[in-house]
């Protein structure tokens, strides 16, 4: 069974910056794509980011510049550093991870992954 706990969130003035850790269960976490989506009240989840298993990274256009994901394998984590951030950025940030391993390619769509978190609230004000 795979688990992801996501961290890192909280309260931040408009223009700062916080880092999202999202640590996995499992031996193979190096085989897999992880993604980053949100949900603010009363909206769909959107994509936000995504890493593949050989580290391409692919971005949403509202965070482009701005927002950079990566990993650690040996620590099975991966983490969305956020920069010069919005009061529109506020949302429940969720890791994710499909159930097929490798490929190289931009999976956006929430109903493609498997596997969720809990999520981390991130709130910025103005």
């Known amino acids: 069974q795979v688990q992801l706990v996501e961290s890192g969130g909280g309260l931040v003035q408009a223009g700062g910056s916080l880092r999202l850790s999202c640590a996995a269960s499992?031996?193979?976490?190096?085989?897999?794509?992880m993604a980053w989506f949100r949900q603010a009240p009363g909206k769909e989840r959107d994509f936000v980011a995504s890493?593949?298993?050989?580290?391409?990274?692919y971005y949403a256009d509202f965070v482009k510049g701005r927002f950079t994901i990566s990993r650690d394998n040996a620590k099975n984590t991966v983490f969305l550093q956020m920069n010069s951030l919005k009061p529109e950025d506020t949302a429940v940030y969720y890791c994710a991870r499909r159930a097929i391993a490798y490929g190289d390619y931009l999976v956006s769509e929430s109903s493609r992954y498997n596997y969720w978190g809990q999520g981390t609230q991130v709130t910025v004000s103005s």
């Open positions: 890493i593949t298993w050989s580290g391409r990274t």
């Open positions: 499992g031996r193979t976490f190096s085989n897999y794509a």
